[in-house]
């Protein structure tokens, strides 16, 4: 597959996007990462911004190629447009680099100053089939504990990430994405507790999602058993 | 004054700031605009990104060169990047570019595609020396209900970042801010109300600050009348 020439005016120059694909499967969480070409470095899938194309689009397109999926919450959550962050950097692009066998006009270009904006997804890993595309050899979808070292500051991106989607949970109840239509409180809470990373009190949990007025209990769950079924709740359409 | 030469290779090409500047006094808030030289047209203050300047580091710059203000509240809070962020304004750019006798160089430069990073500050406006630069020729603190039209998707910008700083308030205490050391529980809620623009249930409001354990009670406030003097809270350090 022909290598696209990054010099040649079809995309802005300094402006990358980066996205933290969160991944979220029974009580697990993990983000996806990329194994660049014949090397060991890993980073967050990311691309740059064509000189037609919407930023927010761009995002878009990166997480419609990496992982299939279009209609899904991704949301901006900070630019980072340190000089250091390249700085740093340059052996991993000469690394990174030589091992694509870029030309030096690519390699001039692609590691020259980037400013890059970070948007995150939230998907059920098990839905996704990655595409690894043209520049990486493998992905892992990480443990976020467990991540290791990133290409850049990719690392400090995922961390910038976390903690806006440990807020968004509240704020803008991004964890209910992550549910099916009809869900119990304990599977919220699962939800909550998994992204939070650490274990919350039901009953405080319970009066607190109840005293949001967004959700609905519509019928008593079936049970074959003795013990006491739970409610099923549904999200208030707003 | 010379003007700079913006397509002098100094400043990253399709990349800028722009600084919304609140400004809170009496229960008033304001947003600081600026009108360009010899137009109509009034914009937010922004600027562009040194080739070897931070991006947190540009905003800093305008605010200090705009306002005189360094040790101030200021946060990032979304990048725009919309094509037609620009592309609906070519005519303003030729207005703007016009009467400003700019070279066709410059011109071409600065109505060229930009992506700009929004960043919102919160100062007391009655603090504040404004300096308009060799842009403006006049500035105004101009009510948040009455600020109308302005430069480009700058009308956007503030409506985006005022929803930021109402967000700010719980999740931030950016309000606090704009209290001296010691407050009374009514200059919070003043605060609050006025950034809000709605009011706000005295025994609610005092309940949920409280809640938060932020707030250490201090003293009791002097007072020479009758009425009972309400309590000095200040902000626990953390």
């Not at 405080?204 to 019928?219: G, P, T, V, W, Y």
Request: aromatic share 12%.
């Amino acid at each position: 597959m022909a290598l696209n020439n990054y010099a040649s005016g079809e995309w802005m120059p300094g402006i990358s996007v980066d996205c933290v694909i969160f991944g979220f499967h029974e009580n697990q969480l993990k983000v996806l990462t990329l194994r660049f070409n014949h090397t060991d470095i890993w980073s967050l899938p990311g691309g740059f911004v064509g000189v037609h194309e919407d930023l927010d689009a761009a995002a878009k397109r990166v997480l419609l190629e990496r992982t299939g999926l279009s209609d899904i919450y991704l949301e901006q959550f900070h630019t980072f447009g340190c000089l250091k962050r390249i700085q740093q950097a340059k052996k991993q692009h000469k690394e990174v680099g030589d091992k694509m066998g870029r030309t030096q006009d690519d390699f001039d270009w692609i590691s020259g100053r980037f400013i890059t904006t970070g948007y995150f997804a939230l998907v059920d890993f098990e839905k996704v089939n990655v595409n690894v595309g043209n520049l990486s050899d493998a992905y892992a979808w990480k443990d976020i504990q467990e991540v290791g070292e990133l290409f850049l500051d990719h690392a400090e991106i995922l961390q910038f990430a976390l903690e806006q989607l440990r807020l968004s949970l509240d704020m803008k109840l991004v964890a209910f994405n992550l549910l099916t239509d009809t869900f119990t409180m304990s599977d919220v809470q699962s939800v909550y507790e998994t992204i939070l990373g650490k274990s919350l009190v039901r009953t405080n949990f319970q009066r607190k999602m109840l005293s949001l007025d967004i959700l609905e209990r519509i019928e008593k769950k079936y049970s074959g058993g003795a013990h006491k079924a739970p409610y099923l709740y549904r999200l208030i359409k707003k």
